[in-house]
């Protein structure tokens, strides 16, 4: 009995079809695993922002709800809203303004200097650069708690308490973006950095016309890390500033909060507007985000 040719290939069809399918049905399995996961893990910011609409009698009962009974918008309206007697007007827009100014100018000077530091550690030569780069590297073993006594008394006797520079001054060099922008300067080809001091050009000019735009993707990682560490700072607005205008939002949802209760409805409001810029900035520059940690591992190369 004769087969013929569609018979025969039928089968390795099948064999050929069937790898397809499986690798189908993996990334559906892996893809609904991971949304699963995603949900568990940003379970919490949604129940805190479907909370921001209850009362606290809601968010404290139990067992829990998932959607409050009436949805009270006035309480966003009432944070944003508040103030005390000793405030000129509301103080959560000042508080938010003192943030993100904060965050933004705390950026500019740890992009810029840090990258000066990083250049000079990874193409000067000079006397003692191997001491003192390895001095700062040492520093990030040392717990910030263990300084906050010292900063306090030093800059009460210099008179900056109550005042932002606390806040600025520590923080133009970081010995985290010092280590993070030396590994990645490196990295840039010698041959470059020969080029150009044949075409005339001194260190400066190498560090502001090659190494500066070679350096970008690692700047605007750093400068997102940099971002979100001062913008969420707590401890250092706490130390530091005294009057309610000067603090930033971090520290000023700490109004909410009395000796005998909490507003937890105006708590989890605050946070929200606290964490809401940063969602943003992450959903709008996640791939840097991503980059960083390849940027930072660059020490062990």
Same mark, same amino acid.
């Given at each position: +009995?004769? =087969? ?9 069809? !099948?064999?050929?079809?069937? /790898? ?19 949900? =568990? ?14 009362? #606290?009698?809601?968010? #404290? ?6 959607? *409050? ?15 005390? *007697? ?25 992009? %810029? ?9 990874? !193409?000067?030569?000079?006397?003692? !650069? ?12 040392? /717990? ?5 006594? /010292?900063?306090?008394? %030093? ?15 520590? !923080?133009? =060099?970081?010995?985290? &973006?010092?280590?993070?922008? #030396? $590994?990645?300067?490196?990295?840039? *080809? ?49 130390? %530091?500033? $005294?009057?309610?205008?000067? +603090?930033?939002? @971090?520290?000023? +949802?700490?109004?909410?909060? %009395? $000796?005998? @209760? ?14 809401? *810029? ?11 985000? +991503? ?8 020490? &062990?190369?």
């Amino acid at each position: +009995m004769t =087969v013929s040719s569609n018979q025969r290939t039928l089968p390795q069809e !099948r064999l050929k079809d069937n /790898p397809s399918r499986s690798a189908q049905i993996s990334a559906i399995l892996r893809y609904l695993l991971l949304t699963l996961l995603s949900l =568990v893990a940003f379970a919490p910011f949604i129940l805190s922002f479907l909370g921001t609409f209850k009362t #606290t009698a809601e968010i #404290t009962a139990f067992p829990p709800t998932l959607l *409050p009974e009436q949805w009270n918008f006035e309480n966003w309206v009432r944070v944003w809203n508040f103030t005390i *007697p000793s405030a000129a007007g509301p103080l959560l827009p000042r508080w938010l303004f003192n943030s993100a100014w904060l965050a933004v100018l705390n950026v500019v000077t740890e992009v %810029f200097f840090c990258s000066l530091a990083g250049y000079a550690f990874a !193409r000067i030569r000079f006397p003692g !650069r191997n001491v003192i780069y390895a001095l700062i590297i040492a520093s990030l073993a040392i /717990p910030a708690a263990v300084t906050l006594i /010292p900063a306090y008394v %030093f800059y009460s006797n210099i008179g900056w308490v109550n005042t932002f520079w606390p806040l600025i001054v520590p !923080r133009l =060099v970081l010995p985290v &973006g010092i280590l993070m922008l #030396t $590994q990645f300067f490196k990295s840039i *080809p010698k041959e470059l950095e020969e080029a150009a001091f044949m075409d005339g050009l001194n260190h400066f000019g190498v560090y502001q016309r090659i190494a500066l735009p070679l350096s970008v993707p690692a700047l605007f990682t750093f400068a997102i890390i940099a971002f979100q560490g001062s913008w969420n700072d707590f401890v250092a607005p706490l130390l %530091f500033l $005294q009057d309610p205008e000067l +603090m930033t939002l @971090t520290v000023g +949802m700490s109004f909410f909060r %009395f $000796q005998y @209760t909490n507003d937890l409805t105006a708590i989890l409001v605050g946070a929200m507007f606290n964490a809401i *810029p940063m969602l943003v900035l992450f959903f709008i520059f996640n791939r840097f985000y +991503m980059q960083s940690a390849s940027y930072s591992g660059l020490a &062990g190369q």
